[in-house]
């Protein structure tokens, strides 16, 4: 068979430059041992980089482990443009004010079950507009607009978007928006290209062609996008994050 893919040589050798980079910087910052990186033509769904680990032969460091499409990782704050949309498909305008102050959420009726999260620099500004909240990345902003979302209708968003994981509904809590799940990197890649395409989904593809012995084609690269939210609504988390 002769396989034509949707490789990009020169960003594929790139990308494991950079990855071995970043992974000797994560094991001095972080004690960490491995790195991926996927790189997407957003407008095809085609990937046209991906390295699965630093070293495929260093085993002992994850190194016959795909990180990128079978890792399970927690995306930290990278679902909060998801949450927001969300909130503004319900009808809530960018300016709508909120409070960033010290709040403890209890959804489950127990003391010992409440959640009181932090902001990164342990600061609170008081009330903020949605736009604010998401365009800093603030934490205790952006776990109210999850509460505000609603947890079923946010996790429809992301599953639309690409997300393929968060599928066990009860395991999940309001810290789900600061990375309290796991996600592949090449759904979050896949979820990021489609609210940069205003909500087109292009299902991602690494084989343009295959053929036979005889240059007979047995399959092609078809894109089928499809529609998955207003367009409105990627624009605006675009343009906050601008």
Known sequence: LKVLTTLDWEMQQIAERVVGEGAERNAKLY?????????????????????GSKDYFDTENEGNFNVATQGLRQPGSALKPFAYLTAFEKGYPAGTYI?????????????DKSYRPHNFDEKFRGPVT??????QSINIPSVKVLYLAGMDDFLKTVHKFGISTLKERWRYGLSLILGGGEVKLIDLVNAYSTLSQ???????????????????TLETFHD???????????QLISQILS
Request: glycine residues 10%; negative net charge.
């Open 224 to 234: 089928e996008p499809e529609r998955v939210s207003d367009p409105q609504y990627p």
């Open 31 to 51: 004690s960490g041992r491995n790195a991926t990186l996927v790189a997407q033509d957003p407008k095809t769904g085609q990937i046209l980089s991906l390295v």
């Open 99 to 111: 409070f960033d102050t010290d709040t403890e959420f209890d959804t489950t009726g127990l003391a």
């Open 130 to 135: 949605l736009e604010e909240g998401l365009a």
């Open 198 to 216: 205003e909500g087109v989904l292009h299902k991602q593809s690494f084989i343009l062609k295959v053929e036979n012995g005889d240059g007979e």
